[in-house]
Every structure is written in structure tokens, then in C-alpha cells.
């Protein structure tokens, strides 16, 4: 078995005594059938209520730009969880039909979206950075506005919502099209913060994914004013993605939105995290940027950025979007 690294340095360090043996299942090809908040149990849910205030303005143009990668974050949790009795978690649900949420269109804008300076993607209206604090230490991740009864939910990684295990960040704030310290459609304090239970009590990298529901911004709600991605969980393994984020450790700077593409393969160095890779070499800070199946960002996202492995890696892993992920979307989605 090969360690990985962190995406600080690109890449989270996984302990070998946290493993836990799951068995990746066939991919669904049942039909699309509607999900409801009440089709799941909210103890499988970890949520915590936001109640600071003065978030937005905490987050300076300089304290965006010192905070660290949060990708360190996931390290921490796997060397906890490693000296820890190994807990089995349960296995993700593939046999489960897909489940597709539709995207939600943004109402016109009086603001006009500056286009790239210096990078590889066009700023993107529903990606964005997303920053927070924990323990004292101020941390960046990337993050996308997607499609949600409540108009006002962020999908990311699960370790850039909890230490996995450990406490749920504060000041959690999410910066859509963030492009060379600008917030062209202004910056969003969340007031939730929900993640699957198997990554906030275990740190269980298969179900590496949170959502944060973000408050009103003058009177207005997030999809309104960025749009929201439509969403797929339970969907075929192997499909081909286009994935988002803002890379910030070297040689990337995180003030610009970059992309990966490719076909997604099974990670052969930890099968049981039943997580897919795909070609990319984004490094910390692209932590919780979206996975879209297809080749542009009005596709359905499916994944997140997670991990890959050591300095120099050439593949991001994210999470199979199955039941245990679709449950903590549907709770936060419904908040």
C-alpha cells in the first residue's frame, strides 16, 4: 500500500491503521427517482447552527490571502483517526437507483462578471472559495453553489465543514467567482454546516464531503443571484468529469479558478474508499471544488476534490456520490 501525501504539499497522508475494508458495487442503471428529507434519518447527519457574527468582515483581503489550504486538514484527521480503535463504517449505498436534483438559474444581474486575468478557467458565477477557521488557524477551500429548496447551499469537502473527527469550522464564508482578491457577487456567511456522521466522528475519506446553507446576502438568496448546479448521486462509476478549484499551493497562487478533465478510474492504492481519480495535478486549496459529469460546468456535479497522492501527483480522487452524501445534501437542502 502507498501513503499519500497532503494537498497542502499536494496531498493527504492516510494512516494505514484507519482503513476500513469496503467493497466497491456495479454501477446503477435503475431510472432517476425523487428523493425527499424524509427518506432519511437525521442521526446520520451531523450539523452544527452557526451563530457568530461579523464574518464577512473578518475575511480581509490579506487574511484571504495568508489562510492555509485546507487539505491539511484531512491529514490531521487520518493520523487521529489512525491511533484510534478502527471503528467499520458502513459501506456506500451504489445499488441505489440515481438520483437527480436540476439546476437553478440565477436571476439576471445589474453587475458585470469580470473575465480571467491570469488563469486557466474564466471565473465561473456559482464556484468560489470558500474560507474558515478551526482551532485559530484560518484555512481555504473551493466550493460551489448548487441547486437546493433553501436557494442557499455550498457543496465542499467534508474536511473544509470538520476536522473529520472533531469540531464543525467557524467563519465559514463562501466568495463566488472569486477572481485576484475580488468578490464580484459579494461574500456569504454561512448559518449550517451539515456532513455525513462516518466523516465528523471518523474521518472516513469515502464519505469526504459537506455542505454549508449560507445566510441572506442583502435581502437575497445565493441561487438568485450565482444560479445553483444541478445535482446526480448513485450515478455509474468510470464516467468522465470536469472538475474546478483554486489550487493555492505552489506552483498555483489560489487567485484564479483552474480545471481538470478526464475519466474517472477506481483509486488502486485504497480501494476501500471507493473514491474515483481522475488527470489533474491541482494541488491545496482546490479541496471541495466540483466534479461535473461531462465536459463544462452546466453538467450535473457528482464529486468533489479530495486527495491524491504525494508532491507531485498527476490524479485527484474525490468521493462516490452515493446514499450516505445524497442523505447529508437532502438534510441540508431542506434546512
Not at 149 to 159: D, Q
Not at 169 to 185: D, I, M, R, S
Not at 202 to 207: K, L, P, S
Not at 281 to 291: A, D, I, K, Q, V
Given at each position: 500500500m502507498r501513503t499519500p501525501k497532503t494537498l497542502a504539499t499536494s496531498l493527504l497522508t492516510l494512516s494505514a491503521a484507519a482503513l476500513l475494508a469496503l467493497s466497491a458495487a456495479g454501477a446503477a442503471?435503475?431510472?432517476?427517482?425523487?428523493?425527499?428529507?424524509?427518506?432519511f434519518s437525521a442521526s446520520d447527519v451531523a450539523s452544527h447552527t452557526v451563530t457568530e457574527t461579523g464574518t464577512a468582515g473578518y475575511w480581509t483581503a490579506e487574511r484571504m490571502r495568508n489562510a492555509v489550504p485546507g487539505d491539511v486538514l484531512a491529514d490531521k484527521a487520518m493520523k487521529r483517526n489512525g491511533k484510534a480503535a478502527a471503528k467499520p463504517a458502513a459501506a456506500p449505498l451504489e445499488g441505489a437507483a440515481p438520483s437527480?436534483?436540476?439546476?437553478t438559474a440565477p436571476k439576471l444581474q445589474s453587475q458585470a462578471l469580470q473575465t480571467k486575468a491570469n488563469g486557466s478557467e474564466t471565473p465561473v458565477k456559482h464556484i468560489g472559495k470558500v474560507f474558515f477557521t478551526l482551532g485559530g488557524t484560518?484555512?481555504?477551500?473551493?466550493?460551489?453553489?448548487?441547486?437546493?429548496?433553501?436557494?442557499?447551499?455550498?457543496?465542499?469537502?467534508?474536511?473544509?465543514v470538520n476536522e473529520?473527527?472533531?469540531?464543525?469550522?467557524?467563519?465559514?464564508?463562501?466568495?463566488?467567482?472569486?477572481?485576484?482578491?475580488?468578490?464580484?457577487?459579494?461574500?456569504?456567511?454561512a448559518k449550517a454546516l451539515y456532513a455525513p456522521t462516518q466523516w465528523s466522528s471518523?474521518?472516513?475519506?469515502?464519505?469526504?464531503?459537506?455542505?454549508?446553507?449560507?445566510?441572506?446576502?442583502?435581502?437575497?438568496?445565493?441561487?438568485?443571484?450565482?444560479g445553483g448546479s444541478g445535482l446526480q448521486f448513485n450515478a455509474a462509476r468510470g464516467l468522465s468529469y470536469k472538475s474546478y478549484g483554486y489550487p493555492a499551493a505552489a506552483p498555483f497562487n489560489g487567485e484564479s479558478l483552474k480545471s481538470c478533465s478526464g475519466a474517472a478510474t477506481n483509486d488502486p492504492y485504497n480501494p476501500q474508499f471507493n473514491t474515483q481519480g481522475i488527470p489533474c495535478?491541482?494541488?491545496?486549496?482546490?479541496?471541495?471544488?466540483?466534479?461535473f459529469i461531462g465536459s463544462s460546468s452546466t453538467g450535473y456535479q457528482n464529486s468533489i476534490n479530495s486527495y491524491g497522492y504525494g508532491s507531485n501527483s498527476t490524479k485527484m480522487y474525490g468521493p462516490y456520490w452515493g446514499t450516505v452524501i445524497q442523505q447529508a445534501y437532502t438534510t441540508a437542502a431542506a434546512s
Open positions: 442503471t435503475a431510472s432517476p427517482a425523487p428523493v425527499k428529507a424524509s427518506d437527480t436534483v436540476e439546476a484560518n484555512y481555504v477551500c473551493s466550493g460551489n453553489s448548487v441547486s437546493s429548496a433553501n436557494k442557499s447551499t455550498v457543496s465542499t469537502a467534508g474536511h473544509c473529520g473527527p472533531g469540531a464543525f469550522a467557524t467563519k465559514f464564508t463562501f466568495v463566488p467567482a472569486y477572481l485576484n482578491g475580488a468578490a464580484p457577487y459579494g461574500m456569504w456567511t471518523g474521518g472516513d475519506m469515502t464519505y469526504d464531503t459537506g455542505y454549508a446553507v449560507m445566510s441572506t446576502l442583502n435581502g437575497q438568496y445565493l441561487s438568485d443571484v450565482v495535478n491541482m494541488t491545496g486549496g482546490s479541496s471541495g471544488g466540483p466534479w
